[in-house]
């Protein structure tokens, strides 16, 4: 078999939303890796012990989603330190001499995302939602942002849960309830990482001069928050953003080619989500 003939690919459940082909496929095209190939798989916690094992020497890596990002790390190897400090895997590479290393491209692919739009450094931030993204939200923060970060929860569980993440993340994070998450506008950056819907209420309470939105959704896009921040004239980064940083720096891991085509893989993520 020839090593130019290498595959990879998405798993997760559910997974036939995800956009990850579309991208890596966008960037084989545009680096000449004509003989590489990316799928995508629906695997849950139980069936990935499993597929990992049935994984031949033509495999370069994989790209995971939930619910696997945790589920992965017995099986692994190793794991980056990136990775480890959220306790979430995204981006398996298989080595030379068939070692698998897991590490978390989201964390520095929201960073390259905020830097794409300007935003190199914040004196404080506010992120809305308290679940897996949250805690990637936080460690991206973390390179960021130098003063404090207030979390907007739906329980005293999830409050709890941040600030365990911020102490191990050595960041300050304050809690507040979810009511009163109107406040969060006031901060120069909100990251959102709720769920779809969830922040349209929010929508018009959006100030005159916001600051920066980080909204992690993509599809649909824009959320009302979204296109109301835009609206007043605020720095907009979306899902599509994070989805294509992040996708970057897997196609450089699993295919040693640097740099990956930026461009060439937004622009087929957009005409994707645009066909939907």
């Not at 404090?148 to 709890?160: D, G, K, L, Q």
């Amino acid at each position: 078999m020839s090593v130019s003939k290498r595959r990879a690919a998405v798993l997760g459940s559910p997974i036939a939303h995800s956009l990850s082909p579309v991208l890596h496929r966008a960037a084989y095209a545009e680096l000449g890796l004509g003989e590489w190939s990316y799928d995508r798989f629906e695997t849950d916690e139980a069936a990935l012990p499993g597929f990992l094992e049935g994984l031949g020497p033509e495999w370069a890596g994989l790209s995971l989603t939930m619910p696997l990002k945790r589920a992965v790390i017995p099986l692994l190897d190793e794991v980056s330190e990136t990775a480890a400090s959220v306790e979430a895997v995204n981006t398996v590479v298989f080595g030379a001499d068939g070692r698998l290393r897991g590490d978390n491209t989201d964390i520095p692919g929201m960073v390259a995302a905020l830097r794409e739009r300007g935003i190199e450094e914040v004196e404080s931030a506010a992120i809305l939602g308290a679940g897996a993204t949250a805690s990637s939200a936080l460690a991206a923060l973390a390179r960021i942002c130098t003063g404090e970060i207030t979390a907007y929860v739906r329980s005293e569980a999830r409050a709890a849960e941040m600030k365990q993440w911020g102490e191990r993340l050595d960041v300050a994070v304050r809690t507040a309830h979810w009511d009163d998450a109107k406040a969060a506008f006031g901060a120069p950056l909100v990251i959102a990482t709720t769920p779809a819907g969830a922040t349209d209420d929010l929508a018009k309470a959006v100030p005159e001069r916001p600051g920066a939105l980080f909204d992690v959704l993509y599809d649909p896009w824009p959320t009302e928050l979204a296109a109301r921040w835009s609206m007043f004239g605020g720095a907009v980064v979306s899902g599509l953003d994070l989805l294509v940083h992040q996708a970057v720096l897997q196609v450089e891991q699993m295919t040693g080619c640097s740099p990956a085509p930026l461009d060439a893989m937004r622009t087929a993520g957009e005409r994707a989500l645009a066909a939907r």
